[in-house]
């Protein structure tokens, strides 16, 4: 029960005022009892106002945990660079100091771990609940928050440039040299080994510096960065060396994680209605909702415009990680239907994924199809003849706004304000909108070459 008026005890306002006197910072926060002992590790992203908050006469903590604070003898706090660094310190310590009051030590199969397959040729890096399914991986963790530890891992992303795909990649594959990378690539967020875009020698590179940085060698890393980018200039290898700056520059920037998402977002981000929602939390509640293994991080989705079968055209948007992919958008204008929903769908499906569904390059996360059961069923029928299935495709209804799931015959309804449902529904739009604008495009086009030949 929370605690309130008289019942909060003079400890607990000593506790208060050591709490006000702290940083504003991101940091690792520890309680101790009188005789030094760790009772629980946190983090936050402003240790002043996470530990205030556990001081308070409303605070209530639950039957676990409350007792905590009147254990609570001292404060220790440390300071990080970034929100990135609290995850990863705040991890280690539980690891090293196991605090009673810490509920991951009750049941560590719940809690992620990060694992990076270093017996590969080119090791990926996986956030997974059961590090045991990786053999002779190298595995950092368990961590308390999987959201966390996912978009720290995405950050991450950007600077070393991992692989975070499923697929058996080998120097030399035939494979390679017909495949065509995936979305993350284009963004810049890996290297594509998958298309012999790197070799293993220069990826390794990649990942021990990860593994390193992660272990907190940073300072190593980047010392190690400057001399190579002034190596390589000086040996006029002018894009390795480019290549390295933008490396250092991020890790220098990383404590600036919002700021500098949001201007690199800003370059790829068209017209779209922006949601209330949080993307990362829309994309995990969307992977539970649609029982997925692997997070999701691209999604496409596909919708048919015409006017009375004139002028039918269909387009595709693209979504990277819960944003707007304007590169990724395509339009299509349909050569096989006039008046026929479901088979200008079957055309763009089979237009858009015939690569995919040979192998030659990876599926979205989950296709969205803009439409009910019959708009879906006509996407599947292609799929049902391609040799390579995605991974999740539905179908979003606009008036009824259940979502329709291959697999599974019942229609879901979520609740409106249901994160992942708002995020299909952003993009659902965001689909119509493009599809829509093409139609009007060629209309006009069509209407203007008219009165010209008249």
Known sequence: MPQGGSDFSSSQM?????????PEGPGVYLFKDVAGHVLYVGKANSLRSRVCSYFTSSTDLGPRKQPMLE???EIEVIETEGEWDALLL????????RPRF?????????????????????????VTRVPADHPGA???????????LREAMQLLQQIFRFRTCHLDIKQGDPVNRHFRPCLLHAIDMCTAPCADRITPEEYGRDITRFIRFIGTQRTNVLDELRLEMNTASQEREYEKAASLRDQLSAIEKLSERETRRRGEGAAWQPEVTVFATDPASSLRSLQKVLQLDDPVRCMEAIDIAHLGGRETVGAKVCFIDGR????????YKIRTAANDDYQAMREVVSRRYREAGQGHELYPDVILIDGGRGQLNAALEIFAGLEVQPPRVVALAKQEEVLFIDGIDEPLKLSRHHA?????????????????QYHHLLRSKKISEGTTGA
């Open 14 to 22: 000593q506790n208060q005022a050591r709490a006000k006197a702290l």
């Open 71 to 73: 254990l609570v003898d």
């Open 90 to 97: 705040e991890s280690r310590l539980i690891k090293d100091t």
């Open 102 to 126: 810490n509920v991951l030590l009750k049941d560590d199969k719940t809690y992620p771990y990060l694992v990076v397959t270093t017996r590969e040729e080119f090791p990926a890096v996986y």
């Open 138 to 148: 190298r595995v950092f963790g368990p961590f308390t928050s999987t959201g966390a």
């Open 324 to 331: 707007p992919w304007r590169d990724g958008y395509r339009r």
């Open 420 to 436: 992942g449902l708002r995020l299909c529904q952003a993009i659902r739009d965001e689909a119509h909108r493009f599809a829509q």
